[in-house]
T-cell receptor, first 113, second 115 residues
């Protein structure tokens, strides 16, 4: 089945620093999604990407859909303490009735104030 | 507008028992998907229900089953619980199915512990 490799597994940064994380796949996806999960909560959608090469921003967050359709990255600029959490990438491939979301294993972000 | 609600939030069971989890989607949403989240495997798709029909299924054993009611509320059942079933079970709802799955909104999850 499709698998996503998300890296890094964890990051420890200082407030104000920029952050970058990425996901790669052995298969192509039609859609790439980035979620954030806070403790005790479900994931919340941050950014959705629908076309190869697409670059989309949401405030301090920027994500790109790789040209090969097999990778995506998420950047967070000028990090703040509330950015702490687990960030997940997810890919969706549409083929007939098969449209399951495949998730990466997450990047745990810690921001030191 | 109320979000996705899941009950119970926490559950402790013993091996061999069965468990039923409930999910109420956002009002108007007709698709409900279930996921299992564990530290080792991450988020894994269980199944999706739309208009009371299972539309898609992940790679889980038959002990995991679900259903959806006419009001779009969904239940997930796990029979003959195993230690490895301990996980956070997340439910996500969306307006439609298929191509619109990216418009999913997740609930807070049910934390199941199997002793």
């Amino acid at each position: 089945g499709q698998q996503l490799n998300q890296s890094p597994q964890s990051m420890f940064i200082q407030e104000g620093e920029d952050v970058s994380m990425n996901c790669t796949s052995s298969s192509i996806f039609n859609t790439w999604l980035w979620y954030k999960q806070d403790p005790g909560e479900g994931p919340v959608l941050l950014i959705a990407l629908y076309k190869a090469g697409e670059l989309t921003s949401n405030g301090r967050l920027t994500a790109q859909f790789g040209i090969t359709r097999k990778d995506s990255f998420l950047n967070i600029s000028a990090s703040i303490p509330s950015d702490v959490g687990i960030y997940f990438c997810a890919g969706q491939f549409l083929s007939g009735s098969n449209y399951k979301l495949t998730f990466g294993k997450g990047t745990l972000l810690t921001v030191n104030p | 507008k109320a979000g996705v609600t899941q009950t119970p939030r926490y559950l402790i069971k013993t091996r061999g028992q069965q468990v039923t989890l409930s999910c109420s989607p956002i009002s108007g949403h007709r698709s409900v998907s279930w996921y299992q989240q564990t530290p080792g495997q991450g988020l894994q798709f269980l199944f999706e229900y739309f208009s009371e029909t299972q539309r898609n299924k992940g790679n889980f054993p038959g002990r995991f089953s679900g259903r959806q009611f006419s009001n779009s509320r969904s239940e997930m059942n796990v029979s003959t619980l195993e230690l490895g079933d301990s996980a956070l079970y997340l439910c996500a709802s969306s307006l439609a199915s298929g191509a619109f799955a990216n418009e999913q909104f997740f609930g807070p999850g049910t934390r199941l512990t199997v002793l």
